[in-house]
């Protein structure tokens, strides 16, 4: 199993930067990739970062040149950089772990872009 404890979040200005964290109860190299969703009121969930075992980066191409996903490997921690946030960046953010077969998500953190 893999608890995943997430931080970060809160309320931003338009062209403001966050940083949502997301700690891991195991090593991060036993988990094969982490990945970063978010879900805005009335709409899907969606994918935004990921990143896997062997630091292969990905990310949606509505974040892509504005956000990062890094980890920190002695913290068990990953880390979502967010920078010129704009409104339709709102939402809730999830990270997610796969690990063994099987899919663990954390608590979620709400992010708020005000203009």
């Known amino acids: 199993q893999v608890q995943l404890v997430q931080s970060g979040g809160g309320l931003v200005q338009a062209g403001g930067s966050l940083r949502l964290s997301c700690t891991a109860s195991?090593?991060?190299?036993?988990?094969?990739?982490v990945k970063w969703f978010r879900q805005a009121p009335g709409h899907e969930r969606e994918f935004v970062a990921s990143?896997?075992?062997?630091?292969?980066?990905d990310y949606s191409t509505l974040v892509k040149g504005r956000f990062t996903i890094s980890r920190d490997v002695t913290e068990r921690t990953v880390y979502l950089q967010m920078v010129d946030l704009k409104s339709e960046d709102a939402g809730d953010y999830y990270c997610?772990?796969?690990?063994?077969?099987?899919?663990?998500w954390g608590q979620g953190t709400r992010v708020t872009v005000s203009s």
């Open positions: 990143i896997t075992r062997a630091e292969s980066h």
């Open positions: 997610y772990a796969h690990y063994d077969g099987r899919e663990y």
């Open positions: 195991r090593n991060l190299f036993s988990i094969d990739s």
